[in-house]
């Protein structure tokens, strides 16, 4: 992996990290709700679904963490491995999510942009 495959694993890291808190945490804030879907309308009976996806958003960025480390611990195979499984994973969220609602376009593509981009570089 080069340096542009690794600076945006660490930007596609830090997004998922942010996004895990407001959606298993602050939901309930109708800034939250709007940053999020676009709107501020509560959902209270979704709050167990959210909670459990924030909680992917986590062990998705703690992947890219893993991968990351290792990379630069002496075991180059095993953390392009995990960062290219990470990296599908993620675009194939961004795809899904933008697939189930269009007007999500914002969050897909910060979903999916930047991995997209670690498995652009990383090929080159």
Known sequence: MNAVSEVFA??????HLIVWPLESF???HPRVRFLLTGSTADAPEVRLWRFNVGFYNLFLAL?????LVLLHTGHA???????????????AGGV??????PKLWRGAL????????VLLAAAF
């Open 10 to 15: 660490m930007l596609a890291a830090a997004i």
């Open 26 to 28: 602050l939901y309930g």
């Open 63 to 67: 992947g890219l963490v893993a991968g």
């Open 77 to 91: 195979t095993a953390g392009r491995a995990v960062i290219t499984y990470i990296s599908a994973f993620m675009i």
């Open 96 to 101: 899904t999510l933008f697939a189930s609602e």
């Open 110 to 117: 910060g979903q999916a942009v930047p991995p997209v981009i």
